[in-house]
């Protein structure tokens, strides 16, 4: 079965900092992969889809990466601003259902 | 954009009587859509994948009784916590795929139930 961890569970950075947040999956047959940012008591807001094909996607500030064969993602954001602090989940969809890590919660302080 | 409507965001409901929540697709029609659950400091799991027209699918572990789907149009579907309990409270959250795009699947805004 499909098991997705993130790393780290919290995050606290002062504004400005770049940062690196981290997805892994144990099972690489994987249709795509996606980033959601969720916030307190909200839905998903999807960030980044990146296809089994691609490496990488990039919107604005946001950066994710895919390695497939060695099951990782991250997801670089640039310059924080405390407008980011949420939680933000990796999900793979495997053609049947989307399979969810924990999450990131990241506070950015100004 | 897809856009997907949930309803209601927040609900509190005395124990042993039912709730229903909706799941619109506004801008689309979504042959399939899907129910998650997300307790505290946990990830979203899946509980159910609700087919137009057909009997939902409901992963091991969720009870069928309990937890009714309706998927009687190509724009709603519903889920109907029956009886409710306390552990019942949780995040509820439902998804779709608008198929015209390759933009993946659009959530609803979730709703937050608390049996008491």
């Known amino acids: 079965k499909q098991e997705v961890t993130q790393i780290p569970a919290a995050l606290s950075v002062p504004e400005g900092e770049n940062l690196v947040l981290n997805c892994s999956f144990t099972?690489?047959?994987?249709?795509?992969l996606q980033w959601f940012r969720q916030d307190p008591g909200k839905g998903l807001t999807s960030l980044l889809l990146?296809?089994?094909?691609?490496r990488e996607q990039t919107s604005g500030r946001l950066n994710a990466s895919l390695d497939k064969s060695s099951g990782r993602s991250t997801l670089y954001i640039a310059a924080s601003q405390p407008g980011d602090s949420a939680t933000y989940l990796c999900?793979?969809?495997?053609?049947?259902?989307?399979?969810f890590g924990t999450g990131t919660s990241l506070t950015v302080i100004p | 954009g897809a856009v997907v409507s949930q309803h209601p965001s927040r609900v509190i409901c005395k124990s042993g009587t039912s709730v229903k929540i909706e799941c619109r697709s506004l801008?689309?029609?979504?042959?399939?859509m899907f129910w998650y659950r997300q307790f505290p400091k946990q990830s979203l799991m899946l509980m159910a994948t609700?087919?137009?027209?057909?009997?939902?699918?409901?992963e091991q572990g969720v009870e069928k009784d309990k937890f009714l789907i309706n998927h009687a149009s190509l724009t709603l579907s519903t889920l109907t916590v029956t009886s409710a309990h306390p552990e019942d409270s949780s995040f509820y959250i439902c998804?779709?795929?608008?198929?015209?795009?390759?933009?993946?699947?659009?959530f609803g805004s979730g709703t937050r139930l608390t049996v008491v």
């Open positions: 999900a793979v969809w495997t053609g049947n259902q989307f399979y």
């Open positions: 990146i296809q089994s094909s691609q």
């Open positions: 099972d690489s047959a994987i249709y795509n």
């Open positions: 609700s087919n137009e027209g057909s009997k939902a699918t409901y």
């Open positions: 998804s779709a795929r608008d198929s015209r795009g390759p933009s993946g699947y659009t």
């Open positions: 801008d689309f029609q979504a042959t399939t």
